[in-house]
């Protein structure tokens, strides 16, 4: 059980975390959402105890992160947005190493980690600095786990990995919840965002909606279309330009517009965008997503 | 433990590093304990002979006959003699004027000029002297020849040199280069050890698990210590292989007295390392620092020559008392009451590195 309260902090005047509350129940897979610079490795490094927030306070099972530092380190398990093992120790080197360190064996809890070591298991002699993307981040994941942690802490653990990588390192953090971890991540990445059980939307240090993707999902009130046309480039600003709209923003090959009219119809759309001179104008209701519902509400605060 | 034995595992990981531990000390004392001799031989010296006496050529064969001098350069003109000198042929020029011979036998003041070329002032010096004391034996020499009574016998003065009789160079170097060495081991290799882990971000991770701050510094020193300690080792059987440099000392108190200096340059590295963000800034840092504190030991000048504010400098130079105490053991075969001063300062650097270290290395903002 992990409650975030109030945590604000400052680097200089820039404000990384402003007001930051949130809860993670016991054996929850949490997502934190946001772009870069949004403030997600600010508050992971509150939360791990390697930073002391200006103000608010995290418990992680009623410890004090900052007053019982020392034995919040030995129930996380962290695994940072940049490969930090020893390149030149093996991958078995590393796990040992990583083991011994937190006091305990590798057998002991290999089985937690089966799932995920076994891919690298092949390369046990390998040094960790010669393996490729994909197998550096379960290897990563591995020495996080080695010593059954009861809170995992994974800062974009899928930034920089191919796409059947990302696919598996969830299957395998799946496989962890089952096992009864706690895991908090954070992704830039929204399509992740739906394999969370909850997840938390973060920008510019402001945490929104704290719910389940499928709430958060069903929540939204606007209606969004994907609209195409021949001028594809300056196609956002026009949409901008109509009444009602909220936002209007690329998305893969078409630009969503999200109204805030919810009588709004593609074709009235369509009508005034072939008045704005637009040609091959193509309007359509789309179901919402996890992406548009973090631009309205990340809209919605401003 | 298991930190220490990563940090092994590591350096004898390293292709690079643990040969440069090992063929970097051989290296540095098969070479430099020969190559950076201050001793002074085949000064190349001109001589403009214009009296063409037996006086002059007297003088010319003593000179022609020390070893510090090659007299294999004749000028018929001062001006001659000036441009050789330029031109950087020769070290020494002497010019012996017309009507030497005559003024002495005259019993007249008599005089020679001497040009030395002054680029490097010792050598100049050395020059300078030698030649003095050459001419005026021959001169002496020739002025007791001819005078008719016997001359009296003067005061004689003989000369011993002590700890060092046969004034070998190799014994004064050996021991200064051997502190350069342990010197550089323990403050770069150990800045750079810690600031690798910064670099490839690891020390996030190692301080997110239960490891503590005095185990983690710990563990970066030990291995250097130990390593260090293995270098004076080697070092000390090449001197003795090769130089047979004198062991007058207690080898025990030269290894007691090492590791503690070792400690303190840990904790300097240490230090420096808690500055640096990455190993450039750690390797300039350091650059910087040992260079003034090497050139300014004495290991290559005596500090007695040094400007007072330079002599006060060199009291807070640990390098400056180390480099005492491993000739001193040496040469001197001095006991450890003998060093208790350098020893002392010794032991304040290592308390003062190690804790200002400590307290610098925050695993928590």
Redesign the interface.
């Known amino acids: 059980m992990i409650k975030v309260r109030n945590i604000c902090k400052s680097f200089g005047a820039v404000r990384a975390l402003n007001d930051v509350s949130f809860e993670v129940r016991e054996n929850e897979l949490f997502g934190l959402i946001g772009p870069d610079g949004a403030g997600k490795s600010t508050l992971f490094h509150i939360l791990?105890?390697?930073?002391?927030p200006d103000s608010g306070d995290v418990a992680l099972w009623g410890l004090d992160s900052v007053r019982d530092?020392?034995a919040i380190?030995?129930i996380?398990g962290?695994m940072?947005g940049?490969?930090?093992?020893?390149?030149?120790?093996t991958v078995e080197?590393n796990l040992q190493?990583?083991a011994?360190?937190?006091?305990v064996r590798v057998e002991e809890n290999y089985r937690l980690i089966e799932d995920v070591y076994r891919h690298i298991a092949p390369f046990g002699k390998r040094?960790a600095g010669k393996l490729s993307g994909g197998m550096k981040q379960k290897l990563a994941l591995s020495c996080a786990l080695i010593h059954k942690p009861r809170l995992l802490v994974l800062d974009e653990p899928t930034t920089g990995v191919d796409a059947v990588s990302r696919k598996e390192f969830w299957d395998n953090l799946k496989t962890v919840r089952q096992a009864g971890v706690t895991a908090i991540v954070a992704t830039p990445y929204m399509d992740e965002a739906a394999l969370c059980d909850r997840i938390a939307f973060i920008n510019n240090g402001h945490i929104f909606s704290v719910d389940t993707p499928q709430n958060i999902v069903k929540r939204t009130t606007q209606r969004i279309f994907a609209v195409r046309a021949a001028n594809m480039r300056t196609l956002p600003a026009l949409c901008r330009s109509l009444p009602g709209v909220m936002a209007a923003y690329s998305f893969g090959d078409a630009v969503h517009l999200a109204m805030n009219r919810h009588d709004a119809e593609a074709g009235e759309i369509r009508q005034q965008l072939i008045c704005l001179a637009c040609e091959k104008v193509e309007v359509k209701t789309v179901a919402p997503i996890i992406e548009d519902c973090f631009i309205i509400t990340v809209k919605n605060q401003k | 433990m298991?930190?220490v034995r990563?940090e092994f595992?590591?350096i004898f990981?390293?292709r690079i590093m643990l040969p440069l531990l090992f063929v970097v000390p051989t290296v540095m004392l098969l070479i430099l304990v020969n190559a950076a001799t201050m001793e002074m031989r085949d000064r190349k010296v001109l001589i403009c002979d214009n009296d063409l006496s037996p006086t002059s050529r007297r003088i010319c064969g003593a000179i022609s006959a020390s070893t510090f001098f090659d007299a294999g350069r004749v000028a018929f003109s001062a001006h001659e003699a000036i441009a050789s000198i330029e031109k950087g042929e020769s070290d020494v020029a002497l010019i012996i004027h017309k009507g030497l011979e005559n003024d002495l036998m005259s019993q007249q003041p008599a005089a020679v000029q001497l040009i030395v070329n002054a680029v490097n002032s010792q050598q100049a010096q050395l020059s300078y002297a030698y030649m003095t004391q050459l001419i005026n034996r021959a001169v002496g020499d020739i002025l007791l020849e001819n005078a008719a009574p016997a001359p009296q016998e003067s005061i004689r003065t003989s000369v011993s040199f002590w700890y060092n009789p046969t004034l070998n160079y190799r014994f004064f170097m050996l021991p200064g280069i051997l502190t350069i060495l342990i010197t550089v081991i323990g403050t770069v290799l150990s800045a750079m050890n810690v600031v690798r882990e910064k670099e490839?971000?690891?020390i996030?991770?190692?301080?997110?698990?239960?490891?503590g701050k005095f185990a983690f510094i710990a563990s970066k020193l030990l291995p250097f210590w130990l390593i260090g300690l293995v270098e004076l080792a080697l070092g000390l059987a090449l001197g003795r292989l090769f130089y047979n440099v004198p062991m007058e000392g207690s080898i025990t108190l030269i290894f007691g007295m090492s590791a503690t200096y070792l400690t303190g340059l840990l904790g300097l590295g240490l230090f420096v390392s808690t500055f640096a963000q990455t190993m450039q800034q750690a390797t300039f840092i350091n650059f910087f620092f040992l260079l003034i504190c090497i050139l300014m030991s004495g290991i290559f000048t005596s500090t007695d020559n040094m400007p007072a504010w330079g002599k006060a400098l060199n009291t807070i130079n640990p390098v400056y008392y180390f480099i005492d105490i491993m000739r001193c053991i040496m040469l001197k075969g001095a006991t450890f009451v003998d060093l208790t001063p350098q020893f002392r300062a010794i032991c304040i650097f290592a308390a003062a590195s190690v804790s200002l270290s400590v307290l610098n290395y925050r695993k928590?903002?």
């Open positions: 791990i105890s390697l930073m002391k530092y020392r380190r030995k996380i962290y940072p940049k490969f930090s093992l020893y390149e030149d120790l080197e190493f990583f011994s360190v937190f006091g040094p | 298991t930190l990563k595992l590591q990981r390293n490839t971000g690891t996030e991770q190692i301080n997110v698990t239960p490891v928590r903002n």
